[in-house]
């Protein structure tokens, strides 16, 4: 006789894999969310955006791509939900919107509820740090899709800004500095190609001490991603920025692109900064030219800011009190033939 369990989809698993999260789902909570979890939807009560005059929605969505396979073969897995969780609240963050609620989506080829229950700690202890709830989500199983020991998580947050206080490219001009923030490692994008050049081409094993580094090569590419958060909505209700740019996939210079008007230029000056030792050992081990590592990777910069000449010293004090390492990197200046909202990268890092 054919059964559900027979075909791979353990009810009974998943039923014990929400049990075991309840307990950090409890812990991301703010006072708007109604109910727990358990139920088809996750409630948040929206009365609280009566004080806004005209309440702007945010929202997002993204996963953290390949930087999974490392947590799955290292057998680590309450980290990667601060990977998820940061990619989602800091694109919401660049408009100057707060992060309100998150739900996720875990796709696996077993329930194992242990495992399962640790990706979420990680999401709900991730959801904390940025202030928003964990409001809900999804577990499915999917035998025959994905191996028993495979699974990919995925999200969604929703945000609020008051609109006179959105943030963006219309609010950019000549004279502005470009706040850079430090990142906290690779964070969660450009895996594909660290994993082909350190992995599968060089051969490096994970369990590697790489003195360089300072620890295993493992625990250097699981280094969780930095969420900047409430740090960018401080420094965005404290000093007159104008807009900010998330360092995700494409680099650098690209992200920035995508809040400058076509009155502007900027230019970024490499040396105010030193490459992080985990980008310099990519770059020397696959012989990548660099214009390939800064259009894949961040370069040690997660997030920037830019921001009126005249706030550059308060607003990198302001990080600081935040636990967020900056420095002004660069300048807005206006856009001159042919370099219309371009991104100019100059000199050599220190």
């Known amino acids: 006789m054919s059964t559900y369990e027979a075909a791979g989809v353990s009810i009974e698993a998943g039923d014990k894999a929400v049990e075991l999260m309840k307990v950090w789902i409890e812990k991301a909570r703010r006072p708007e969310m109604v109910g727990g979890i358990g139920g088809f939807a996750g409630l948040f009560d929206a009365s609280a955006l009566k004080s806004y005059d005209r309440p702007l929605l945010a929202s997002s969505a993204d996963g953290v791509g390949t930087k999974v396979a490392i947590a799955q073969a290292l057998d680590k897995h309450d980290t990667i939900g601060f990977d998820l969780v940061g990619m989602l609240v800091d694109d919401l963050v660049v408009c100057g919107a707060e992060p309100l609620f998150l739900t996720d989506y875990i796709a696996t080829g077993r329930v194992v509820p242990e495992r399962i229950a640790a990706i979420v700690k990680g999401i709900a202890e991730a959801c904390v740090e940025a202030g928003c709830a964990l409001v809900g989500g999804e577990t499915a199983e999917h035998p025959g899709l994905l191996g028993p020991e495979e699974y990919d998580v995925a999200g969604s947050t929703t945000g609020v800004v008051e609109a006179s206080a959105l943030l963006g ?34 051969g490096m094993s994970l369990d590697a001490h790489v003195d360089e580094l300072g620890r295993t090569l493992g625990e250097e590419l699981l280094e969780p ?7 960018c909505l401080a420094l965005a209700r404290g000093t007159g920025t104008h807009a900010m740019s998330h360092v995700t996939g494409g680099g650098l210079a690209a992200n920035l692109e995508r809040v400058l008007p076509e009155s502007v230029s900027v230019t970024l000056d490499r040396g105010t900064w030193a490459l992080p030792p985990i980008f310099d050992l990519v770059r020397r081990t696959g012989s990548v030219e660099r214009a390939d590592l800064e259009k894949t990777l961040n370069c040690g910069v997660g997030m920037v800011a830019l921001t009126p000449a005249e706030d550059a010293s308060a607003a990198v004090a302001l990080l600081a009190e935040h636990g967020v390492d900056a420095w002004v990197a660069g300048e807005v200046a206006a856009a001159e033939d042919g370099a219309a909202g371009v991104v100019r990268m100059t000199g050599d890092y220190a």
Not at 225 to 231: D, R, S
């Open 225 to 231: 991603t930095k969420i900047y958060a409430k740090a």
């Open 169 to 202: 490219a219309e609010r950019v001009v000549p004279g502005d500095v470009v706040i850079a923030m430090a990142s906290s490692g690779l964070h969660s994008n450009g895996y594909s190609l660290v994993r082909h050049v350190l992995l599968a081409t060089a």
